[in-house]
């Protein structure tokens, strides 16, 4: 199967803020790469896919980039409802394999 | 616009057995490939298992092999998962998500409000 992992596993950060996350594949997944946005008590959401495509009507702050092994998922400004944890998730082969996750808190 | 909602979440008895159900609406089902993903509590996500849109393909992860069936039926609009012999180890919230391909790879891109499984005696 293939691993993914992601850094940091926490963040703390304040409204306006620039965020960077990172997600590293064990293989080459060329850009079968997935990010998700889940706010407590709630489904995940649907962020980015194919590691850089918005998916429609996700605010223009989030952006992704990356391709092969080595991904990132950047939030220009964070805003109140973007506290929450972010998982990655590989397309490539099943398993199909997510991120453990980024939980991002305020500062 | 697109709902999934599903149910059949309970608590149950480990080898007991328990069937999920979503129902789909506002979009042609038959066209869409659907997966289950689960959530532990307090941990990550773990894709399940997924079916292609006429129900000829189905695929599981390898841990709910031989314990647990997904199936369809497009005419009610809806998607099950059966699960047998259930382990503490299958405690989750159970998710019903819609399956998109893209030119490069698939995604989740709308998923049901999650179904709780307690397996625990």
């Known amino acids: 199967d293939i691993q993914m992992t992601q850094s940091p596993s926490s963040l703390s950060a304040s409204v306006g803020d620039r965020v960077t996350i990172t997600c590293r594949a064990s293989q080459s997944i060329s850009s079968s790469l997935n990010w998700y946005r889940q706010k407590p008590g709630k489904a995940p959401h649907l962020l980015i896919y194919a590691a850089s495509i918005l998916q429609s009507g996700v605010p223009s702050r989030f952006s992704g980039s990356g391709s092969g092994t080595d991904f990132t998922l950047t939030i220009s400004s964070l805003q109140p409802e973007d506290f929450a944890t972010y998982y990655c998730q590989e397309s490539y082969l099943a398993p199909y394999t997510f991120g453990q996750g980024t939980k991002l808190e305020i500062k | 616009q697109v709902q999934l909602v599903e149910s059949g979440g309970d608590l149950v008895k480990p080898g007991g057995s328990l069937r999920l159900s979503c129902a789909a609406s506002?979009?042609?089902?038959?066209?869409?490939?659907m997966a289950w993903v689960r959530q532990a509590p307090g941990k990550g996500l773990e894709w399940v298992s997924y079916i292609t849109n006429s129900g000829s393909g189905i695929y599981y992860t390898d841990s709910v092999k031989g314990r647990f069936t997904v199936s369809r039926d497009n005419a009610k609009n809806s998607l099950y998962l059966q699960m047998n012999s259930l382990r503490a180890e299958d405690t989750a919230i159970y998710y019903c998500?819609?399956?998109?391909?893209?030119?490069?790879?698939?995604?989740?891109?709308?998923w049901g409000q999650g179904a709780l499984v307690t397996v625990s005696s």
């Open positions: 998500a819609r399956r998109i391909y893209y030119a490069s790879g698939s995604n989740f891109d709308y």
């Open positions: 506002g979009f042609t089902f038959s066209d869409h490939y």
